[in-house]
């Protein structure tokens, strides 16, 4: 069984930075492209950010690119998004997933693992 577990969610004000943490129970964690998305009350659960098995090719969205970095250590079974320069639109539930291969997807439907989800909430 895999589980996915967050850490890292919290409140800050706009402008501010949050270290999202994503840990997978697997020891072949490195056989998993993972990404983040999110989702804000009353919206669709959106593409964040994503990062191939091996950690050699990513993906950010455009409403975040520049601001958000993913990355992953394998040797941790960690993936990480460090959100810098924070908005108050940023505001929602920040999932990770897991799907088991080496490339990424966009589509939320094409993941096979959720995590529970962190709520990140920026103050203007």
């Known amino acids: 069984q895999v589980q996915l577990v967050e850490s890292g969610g919290g409140l800050v004000q706009a402008g501010g930075s949050l270290r999202l943490s994503c840990a997978l129970s697997?020891?072949?964690?490195?056989?998993?492209?993972m990404g983040w998305f999110r989702q804000a009350p009353g919206k669709e659960r959106e593409f964040v950010a994503a990062?191939?098995?091996?950690?050699?090719?990513?993906d950010v969205a455009n409403s975040v690119k520049g601001r958000f970095t993913i990355s992953r250590d394998n040797a941790k079974n960690t993936m990480y998004l460090q959100m810098n320069s924070l908005k108050p639109e940023d505001t929602a539930v920040y999932y990770c997933?897991?799907?088991?291969?080496?490339?990424?997807?966009?589509?939320?439907?094409?993941?096979?693992?959720w995590g529970q989800g962190t709520q990140v909430t920026v103050s203007s």
């Open positions: 697997k020891r072949s964690f490195s056989n998993y492209a």
């Open positions: 997933a897991a799907t088991n291969n080496y490339y990424y997807t966009t589509t939320p439907a094409l993941y096979d693992y």
């Open positions: 990062i191939s098995s091996s950690g050699d090719r990513t």
